[in-house]
């Protein structure tokens, strides 16, 4: 005789431990006057270089440091030391996408209280890390003019869930052809409304409005704190 | 491919509340999934087939009820169905749609639990008679 089941409701969130986390995260650094800012892109799109850039121009004046995600090597680490700023390496092994715990275990001993800005640049994929809440402010996806204009197309997912789309290397948009008007709308498609900035790390072009745009948002998420 | 991770992440999910329940035994596992959750069904079922081995949810199957992206529309003042995930705008009038609604799910919906003896799929460890 076949067993009697019954369908029991659950309605959990599969991910609901790195939620849990990654809340508690959000909380912390919101009391520690922290603004934390995530980056994503594939591999290769120049989140290292950006990276570099911003923590060299926002150091200037702010308290930064830096959290960095790959599966192997402290390399990026090294490059991103380079601007004076704290850094510290998270080694995925096999893992291929940062998670709320991650963080949480490299934050071990340091003294976050005494920063204005926490950078953390994800594993270089464009598709994992979508699903995992790191407790950021301000999550970025970058794509570079070379990577092509349908790259929003092919992973609309990581768009969605990000809140500024960063377009890398502008300095070679021209050498490579690149078509903006065609990769506007495929941000806007794909996350109507997306705020989306230009940028060239090697050039500089785009970064003071950049670091701009980063001062305001910090600004705005602190603003309740204070009062 | 993270789709190996989540699986895991169900299985602890459905033990924790399977636990919860007094133990139940379970028959299947049913998951609410979201284009916009980051996670490909067809992934997760493979990488869910991997996962479960040597677990008491061996015998147990998935089943993954796929959640369309619905978002308000502003122009129609009401929750539409979206074009595409490529194209988030109403599928009924065309105007862009950020506000949404249902399509990130990544979801444990419901546990299909067995009633009576403890002689079938699976659930907790086999009971002899």
Known sequence: MAPQTRLVEVRQKVLKQNDVVARALRQQFHDQGVYVVSLVSSPGAGKTAFLERVLTDVGRERRVAALVGDLATDNDAHRLARSGAPVRQITTGTICHLEAEMVKTALDGWQPQSLDYLFIENVGNLVCPASYDLGEDLRLVLFSVTEGEDKPLKYPTIFNTADVAIITKMDLASAVGFDREAAYRNIDAVRPGMRIMEVSARSGVGMDEFVQFLEARAAEARLPAQV | ?129
């Open chain 2, 1 to 129: 491919m993270h789709e190996l991770s989540i699986a895991l992440s169900l299985l602890d999910l459905a033990e924790e509340e399977a636990e919860r329940r007094g133990g139940v035994q379970v028959a299947a596992i049913h998951v609410k999934l979201g284009p916009l959750s980051g996670v490909v069904a067809e992934a997760l079922l493979s990488a869910y087939d991997l996962a479960r081995e040597n677990t008491r949810f061996e015998r147990c199957d998935l089943v993954i009820e796929q959640v369309p992206i619905v978002a308000y529309c502003p122009n129609c003042r009401g929750e539409r169905a979206v074009i595409s995930v490529q194209e988030i705008c109403c599928a009924e009038c065309g105007t862009p749609t950020p506000d949404i609604r249902t399509g990130r799910e990544l979801e444990l919906s419901a546990l299909e639990i067995i009633d009576g003896p403890a002689d079938a799929t699976c659930g907790s460890p086999a009971e002899s008679a």
